[in-house]
């Protein structure tokens, strides 16, 4: 062998190294008739605790907790068999998929599956070349993403606090739960009302400013077990768990006091004077009710 062609030859033979034995990803070829490996590289022990030799035996499949195929705008698969079906007939030329998979001491890990098809020297596919890689904080910062998105289209612009919609879905869950418990559940509304708006500038702006400071009152009175929500422009609701109408009386009382008292200001600096409607229900857990 000439010196040129020794030379690209170790160049590959450190490139596969490295791509077999320093890599994060997981290279493989798998067979379709079998199913079986018949090649994984050793960076598969870093990956999911198992050697290239115990995959040969064990069927990943068994480590496989959920998929979801990527194309399929991750939807949970429920049945293999017609992705295989598609895949050994041709039909899929890129096959992408996310496992949540086992690892062998136990933890739960999210794998990315990126393969093509194998063929042999007459151009039938006898199977799948692809790699596999941990995806586990990719995913965790995705939900994280998602979660604060959901929370954002739940929540008041001006306020900052939950809206009507997320209250009526506590609600049912604190019903479902005094059921359990057997204790009571009671909500206490209230409702501003401020008059001479029309003749400040910017009245909505001025309106936004003093919902805002009676919503920051409000959140300041209550309990840190209460739940408090904007229900529209001008009305909060809070709910109270194990807490009798009879009890939240002097609570509503108490709060509605602190609200009156409170000196509230346009953002120009002026005084203006407010009116404050509240109500009580409540739901013992033997009272079938909905929210």
């Known amino acids: 062998m000439d010196s040129f062609r020794l030379k690209e ?25 079998t199913m ?32 979801r195929v990527v194309h399929d705008a991750f ?16 039909r899929t030329l890129r096959w992408q998929a996310d496992y949540l998979m086992m690892t062998r001491d136990g933890r739960r ?15 039938a596919i006898i199977g799948s070349i692809g790699t596999l890689r941990d995806i586990s904080d990719r995913v965790a910062a995705e939900e994280q993403a998602r979660e604060i998105a959901a929370k954002a289209e739940l929540q008041d612009e001006y306020t900052g606090l939950p809206q009507r919609s997320w209250f009526f879905g506590r609600l049912e869950e604190e019903l479902r739960r005094i059921r359990r418990t057997r204790r009571d559940v009671t909500i206490a509304t209230y409702c501003l009302h401020v008059s001479g708006l029309d003749d400040v500038p910017q009245p909505n702006h001025a309106w936004h400013h003093v919902v805002g400071v009676a919503a920051s009152l409000l959140v300041g009175a209550v309990r840190n077990t209460d739940l408090t929500a904007i229900m529209d422009a001008q009305t ?7 807490t009798s109408p009879e009890e939240a009386v002097f609570a509503v009382e108490r709060l509605c006091n602190t609200i009156l008292q409170h000196p509230f200001r346009l953002p120009s600096g002026n005084l203006i004077g407010i009116n404050l409607f509240s109500g009580i229900a409540g739901a013992r857990f033997d009272q079938q009710m909905d929210a």
């Open 9 to 33: 030859f170790e160049r590959l033979k450190d490139e596969l190294e490295l791509l077999g034995n320093v890599s994060s990803d997981a290279v493989y070829r798998l067979r379709y008739d």
């Open 36 to 67: 079986q490996y018949e090649y994984i590289s050793p960076s598969v022990a870093r990956l999911l605790g198992f050697t290239p030799e115990d995959l040969m035996t064990l069927p990943l499949r068994s480590l496989i907790l959920e998929t």
């Open 75 to 90: 939807t949970p698969v429920e049945s293999y068999e017609p992705l295989e079906q598609q895949r050994i007939e041709g």
């Open 109 to 123: 890990i999210w794998v990315s599956d990126v393969s093509y098809p194998w063929f042999d020297q007459n151009g």
């Open 236 to 242: 909060f609701a809070v709910i109270m768990p194990e």
